[in-house]
């Protein structure tokens, strides 16, 4: 609920911005509607609410100077600075998206003694919108006017229109339709087309009006660089003043009172404005961060990208090299080998994992040791059926995994321990490699190769992906910096001695296999990873049973993390490397990963499409990169990258999904019960 919520305040807050400051047109009086014969009498000034069209003509020697687009605070506040000079009145046609990002600028107009009216929220052509969207286009600028200066509005100029000999049929359908509401269309007498920026020469001669002609002239402060209108408006109003002309508002020179045209308006619509305007800054303010966020994930993820990279092609070449060369005591090291497999309710898949087991070419002795942790199926005989001379099957009360392999640890008879999950089948050779590392004393625990077997389906094939492209890289890569935070439940060797020494496993958290291994590490022991090791295991098969192993391993992570932070002041390298790359890349990243999507949406509708298709191809090529690396290290076919980008827009959704729920949990100190996934015995299949 609360991710629900936080995303949609986020999306709330992008569209908006987008929409306010994404849409709005360029100044132009170029409509690209088909003109109408022209009204005949018809003045600049418009009422269209009657059956026949009403309209003011300005009278001789009264001229209004108005102003479209604005404000703009590079252009509004000279303009409000030179009429101020020249003790003259205007009327500024305003963008509801601007007024209500810079509110001061309004209430100067009006302070200077100006007025104000309606330009349309975004410089919509509304004869091209729906009217919903016109609804909208209205109302919202009037919420801005009453947010911004306390008044509404009831002069509207449509964007796009210019003199009334221009009127297209769209603006004549705009008109009758808006007229309900009260509004009065203002047209222009005479169009500086100073949007052009002809000279100054050109807009001040377009501007003025013939003889002692009154009119309504048009300009504006805004939609782009109005330096040529500053300089033209001074001359105007010199020409108009040298031959007698009185200035005014259009609502002077209609003769309307000021209070019909900009009405004061209540506490309430005025709270509102106030509001939305709040909304806006906000808005700009979010989208902002997400942008500054979504630069810092771009450069984290090919920070990642090259870090990984360099590390486990480094770790890879190393691994080349036959045992015996790279120790020369590995080759001969098969000591005696305890493997313990705890299993609730495993029946399906109990017996494959036992027969993998009694089929270990491994030279050394070797006990199976299946504790059944009070299932209530037929695990136990499933196990006993498929053991062989290796295996006993001992039974006990349900306990947990963590107590299920401290039973096994207590019953087992030698120094080499060997954890397997009981969906997970071994390869004959796997026993072999695993506990050859071992060799070396100052090694407490290895990893082995987590492969997925059951493949098959889109699910299979996308934690296939994940395994090899996250789970085994990384490892790769926490392996060459000496500081691996996991050895898997499913395939993982430990000497007995290690652990001893940190109490066995504990069941502190949900993830008892990373808890186990920071703890070693913590104490002082290596741990490495061997990826000639390989075990098959099952994955999730349903987006349920998916969701529920990864909450819990995320979440157990974040409680290992917590429980052993104390590494970030021993200064080894779990301290160092581990904890704080699990922190950026494992939590923080995939929290910030919506921004990715978020914006992937915001600039497929509000910005340019290139550098946003750029941008999320750049991001999909760097993971196909990185996914071809990473299956030619673990020796797999590509053929399953085809599933990749699909991977990018499904999957990874539902992973940060998780780590967010996990987050919230952690954060709320919540204790959550070991949650076990049903398997179907998948994983023999491979």
Not at 307 to 335: E, M, N, Y
């Amino acid at each position: 609920m609360l991710f629900c919520a936080c995303l949609i305040g986020l999306v709330a807050a992008v569209v908006l911005q987008g929409y306010a400051h994404h849409e709005i047109g360029g100044s132009s009086t170029v409509s690209e509607g088909r003109s109408i014969p022209p009204l005949p009498g018809v003045g600049p000034l418009v009422d269209f609410s009657g059956p026949e069209i009403r309209s003011v003509t300005p009278p001789p020697g009264e001229v209004a100077l108005t102003f479209d687009d604005g404000p703009s605070p590079a252009w509004t506040p000279k303009l409000l600075a030179l009429l101020r000079r020249e003790n003259v009145p205007a009327t500024f046609f305003v963008v509801g998206a601007n007024a209500a990002t810079y509110p001061a600028l309004v209430a100067d107009e009006l302070a200077n003694g100006d007025e104000v009216g309606s330009h349309t929220f975004t410089h919509a052509d509304l004869s091209r919108v729906s009217p919903l969207r016109r609804h909208f286009e209205l109302s919202l600028t009037q919420t801005a006017l009453a947010g911004a200066g306390n008044v509404n509005t009831a002069l509207l100029r449509l964007p796009y229109s210019s003199t009334p000999a221009g009127i297209t049929a769209g603006e004549l359908r705009v008109g009758r339709s808006v007229a309900h509401l009260g509004y009065l269309v203002v047209f222009a007498s005479r169009d500086s087309e100073d949007w052009r920026r002809p000279g100054v020469a050109r807009i001040a001669a377009n501007a003025l009006p013939p003889g002692r002609q009154g009119a309504i002239i048009m300009f504006h402060d805004a939609g782009g660089n109005r330096a040529q209108t500053v300089a033209a408006v001074p001359q105007v109003i010199a020409a108009l003043r040298a031959r007698g002309d009185h200035l005014v508002t259009v609502s002077a020179l209609a003769g309307i009172p000021r209070s019909r045209v900009d009405p004061l308006v209540a506490l309430g619509p005025h709270l509102q404005g106030l509001a939305l305007i709040w909304s806006l800054r906000v808005a700009v303010w979010v989208v902002r961060a997400l942008t500054l966020m979504l630069l810092v994930v771009a450069v984290l993820a090919l920070a990642r990208a090259v870090l990984v990279v360099v590390l486990a092609r480094g770790h890879a070449r190393r691994a080349r090299v036959p045992l015996h060369h790279r120790s020369p005591q590995a080759w001969t090291h098969l000591p005696s080998v305890s493997v313990i497999v705890p299993a609730f309710n495993e029946e399906a898949g109990i017996a494959a994992t036992v027969a993998s087991l009694e089929a270990s070419r491994y030279p050394a002795e070797l006990e199976v040791i299946v504790v059944d942790d009070g299932s209530t199926d037929r695990t136990a005989e499933s196990a006993a059926a498929a053991a062989g001379s290796h295996t006993m099957v001992l039974s006990q009360p349900n306990g947990g995994k963590p107590a299920a392999l401290n039973a096994g640890l207590a019953r087992s008879r030698h120094e080499i321990v060997v954890m397997v999950d009981a969906d997970t089948v071994f390869e004959p050779d796997t026993i072999a490699a695993l506990v050859a590392p071992l060799a070396d004393a100052s090694v407490g625990a290895v990893s082995g190769n987590t492969k997925v077997g059951n493949r098959g389906g889109i699910l299979g094939r996308w934690q296939h992906i994940e395994y090899v492209m996250g789970f085994n890289l990384d490892r790769r890569m926490y392996a060459a910096l000496g500081c691996i935070p996991t050895v898997p439940g499913a395939i993982g060797a430990f000497r007995r001695k290690a652990l001893l020494d940190v109490g066995g496993v504990s069941n502190d958290t949900l993830a008892e296999d990373t808890d186990l291994t920071m703890a070693m590490q913590m104490a002082g022991w290596k741990v490495v990873y061997e990826e000639s090791a390989r075990a098959w295991t099952e994955a999730p098969a349903t987006l349920g049973a998916l969701w529920s192993q990864r909450y819990r391993w995320c979440y157990g992570t974040m409680q290992a993390m917590w429980k052993h932070r104390g590494a970030l002041r021993q200064g080894h390298s779990l301290g160092r490397f581990g904890l704080p790359y699990l922190l950026l890349f494992q939590v923080l990243l995939p929290l910030a990963a919506p921004v990715v999507d978020i914006f992937a949406v915001y600039g497929l509708i509000f910005l340019p499409l290139k550098p946003v298709a750029a941008y999320w191809l750049g991001f999909n090529v760097l993971q196909m990169v990185l996914g071809v690396i990473a299956f030619r290290l673990d020796g797999e076919k590509l053929a399953p990258l085809w599933a990749l980008p699909l991977q990018q827009l499904v999957y990874r959704q539902l992973m940060y999904l998780v780590v967010f729920q996990s987050a919230i949990s952690a954060l709320g100190g919540l204790r959550l019960r070991w949650q076990r996934i049903v398997h179907k015995g998948l994983a023999q299949a491979s």
